[in-house]
């Protein structure tokens, strides 16, 4: 069975740097991709960025990149210029069969002004 | 688009009494996930619907709880009765078989409080 593992339950970075947050998983499938959702304190889960596991590149979504390692089992979110509206919490995700996704246990990611 | 509709937003109900939750999936998705959301155990899928049918019930966590859809416009998700540990958050999310790769769109939930 997926599973998604993120071991930074909480994170904190000073608004304009740049944090990075950890995912780690597991699957048996080859074709797969990866999903960071944002949840803000509006509980609305809104996705952030998605990684195709058969590319090479990593995938990027304006502030938002991520360094997907696939010998690694690694997906991890890089924020730049973080801004106070990423507050969140953040959750890694993997497809587990056609459409079901698997999440991990989130990461509530706090911006000091 | 409107997006997934959730109603109610919030309830709060006394245990014991019987609570339906209902979604309106996008127009056009023809997959539906009802998820659950507490502190201790993170977002857990409890059922999914394929086309209205339900494919997967294994994340229901008993017979109080029940699902259905009856038509591609629409789903509940009841628990009957409700108990105190039923408190959370409960999303329903939808997708299409055309956006590959599992792309989930979600509502904004219904925070549930059962007393």
């Given at each position: 069975?997926?599973?998604v593992t993120?071991s930074?339950?909480?994170?904190?970075?000073?608004?304009?740097?740049?944090?990075t947050?950890s995912c780690t998983y597991d699957?048996?499938?080859?074709?797969?991709?990866l999903?960071?959702?944002?949840?803000?304190?509006?509980?609305?889960?809104?996705?952030?960025?998605?990684q195709?596991?058969?590319?090479?590149?990593?995938?990027?979504?304006?502030?938002?990149?991520v360094n997907f390692q696939k010998a690694a089992k690694s997906f991890s979110l890089?924020?730049?210029?973080?801004?106070?509206?990423?507050?969140?919490?953040?959750?890694c995700?993997?497809?587990?069969?056609?459409?079901?996704?698997?999440?991990?246990?989130?990461?509530?990611?706090?911006?000091?002004? | 688009?409107?997006?997934?509709?959730?109603?109610?937003?919030?309830?709060?109900?006394?245990?014991?009494?019987?609570?339906?939750?209902?979604?309106?999936?996008?127009?056009?998705?023809?997959?539906?996930?009802?998820?659950?959301?507490?502190?201790?155990?993170?977002?857990?899928?409890?059922?999914?619907?394929?086309?209205?049918?339900?494919?997967?019930?294994?994340?229901?966590?008993?017979?109080?709880?029940?699902?259905?859809?009856?038509?591609?416009?629409?789903?509940?998700?009841?628990?009957?009765?409700?108990?105190?540990?039923?408190?959370?958050?409960?999303?329903?999310?939808?997708?299409?078989?055309?956006?590959?790769?599992?792309?989930?769109?979600?509502?904004?939930?219904?925070?549930?409080?059962?007393?």
């Amino acid at each position: 069975a997926q599973t998604v593992t993120q071991s930074q339950p909480e994170m904190s970075v000073q608004e304009a740097e740049t944090v990075t947050l950890s995912c780690t998983y597991d699957t048996s499938e080859s074709d797969y991709y990866l999903f960071w959702y944002k949840q803000p304190p509006s509980r609305q889960m809104i996705l952030v960025i998605r990684q195709e596991a058969y590319k090479q590149q990593n995938a990027t979504e304006n502030r938002f990149s991520v360094n997907f390692q696939k010998a690694a089992k690694s997906f991890s979110l890089k924020i730049s210029d973080s801004q106070l509206g990423d507050a969140a919490m953040y959750f890694c995700a993997l497809p587990q069969g056609a459409q079901k996704l698997v999440f991990g246990q989130g990461t509530r990611l706090t911006i000091n002004p | 688009d409107a997006g997934v509709i959730q109603s109610p937003r919030h309830e709060v109900t006394e245990m014991g009494q019987e609570v339906t939750l209902r979604c309106k999936p996008i127009s056009g998705h023809n997959s539906l996930f009802w998820y659950r959301q507490t502190m201790m155990r993170g977002l857990e899928l409890l059922i999914y619907f394929n086309n209205n049918v339900p494919i997967d019930d294994s994340g229901m966590p008993e017979d109080r709880f029940s699902a259905k859809m009856p038509n591609a416009s629409f789903s509940t998700l009841k628990i009957q009765p409700s108990e105190p540990r039923d408190s959370a958050v409960y999303f329903c999310a939808s997708s299409s078989r055309r956006v590959r790769g599992g792309k989930l769109f979600f509502g904004s939930g219904t925070q549930l409080s059962v007393l």
